[in-house]
C-alpha cells in the first residue's frame, strides 16, 4: 500500500512561507523521495510521494525548520492522517473507537465515521462482547 501515490496541493506556498524557505523544502523533498513542484503557471503548488516519503519529509521539516515551515508540516500530516484514515476498514475504526472510549453514543459514532446506525450497532456489539 505505500507504493501509491499521495498529492497534496499547497496553495500559494511562496506566500506563506517565502521564497528561500521553498527553495530549502524542495530539497529536503527530493532527498525524501517526493516531489514539490509548481502547478503549471499558477501561485499554487503540490506535493507528491508515497506514504513513508511523506512520513520522512514530515519529520525531517520538524527538525529543521519547525516555524518557518508550519503550513508544509500541516498539510503533510493532514493529508497522512487521512489518507490513513481511508486504509482502515470501517469495522475496525468502529471497534478502535468504541475500545478507545466505551460511553461514546451511537450518534457520535455515525459522525465520526459516516456509518450507518447498524454498523454502529454491531460494532458496540462487539465492544461489549469483547
Not at 496553495?11 to 509548481?38: F, M, Q, W, Y
Request: net charge positive; hydrophobic share 35%.
Amino acid at each position: 500500500m505505500t507504493d501509491k501515490t499521495i498529492t497534496t496541493l499547497l496553495p500559494s506556498l511562496i506566500h506563506r512561507i517565502g521564497s528561500d524557505n521553498t527553495k530549502k523544502s524542495k530539497l529536503v523533498a527530493l532527498e525524501c523521495g517526493c516531489e514539490i513542484k509548481r502547478i503549471r503557471r499558477s501561485r499554487n503548488w503540490q506535493i507528491t510521494g508515497n506514504e513513508n516519503s511523506y512520513k520522512l519529509l514530515s519529520e525531517r521539516l520538524k527538525l529543521s525548520e519547525p516555524d518557518a515551515m508550519q503550513f508544509l508540516i500541516r498539510k503533510i500530516d493532514d493529508k497522512l492522517t487521512t489518507y490513513n484514515d481511508k486504509l482502515e476498514r470501517i469495522e475496525d475504526k468502529l471497534k478502535r473507537l468504541v475500545l478507545k472510549s466505551p460511553n461514546i453514543t451511537l450518534a457520535e459514532l455515525m459522525q465520526i465515521t459516516n456509518c450507518s446506525i447498524t454498523e454502529a450497532r454491531f460494532a458496540r456489539f462487539d465492544a461489549d462482547s469483547f
